[in-house]
């Protein structure tokens, strides 16, 4: 669950808060009359929630993924070869 704090205290405390969630990667919410408006996350965390966004968006992948599950489930897969050896 994320931590509230209001637009007016989150103003009064900025600085400390954001060095929060740059060293501990620690996110909090920001209300206004007591109704969420923003999550404060890292620039990390966001850049990882858009690329896992966009990675389910793809639909060719979530297909594979699936079909990949789906052989594992039945042990349908096929073993890979030590590219150096040439051994499983």
Do not use: C, W
């Amino acid at each position: 669950m994320l931590e509230a704090f209001s637009v007016t205290s989150t103003r009064k405390a900025f600085l400390p808060l954001i060095e929060r969630v740059e060293n501990e990667s620690y996110h909090f919410m920001v209300t206004k009359h007591g109704k969420p408006v923003a999550v404060i996350v890292s620039y990390e965390e966001y850049s990882r929630m858009v690329e896992t966004l966009q990675l389910i968006e793809d639909r060719g992948l979530v297909r594979e993924i699936q079909e990949g599950a789906v052989e594992a489930e039945h042990d349908d897969t096929i073993a890979l070869l030590d590219s150096d050896n040439g051994i499983e």
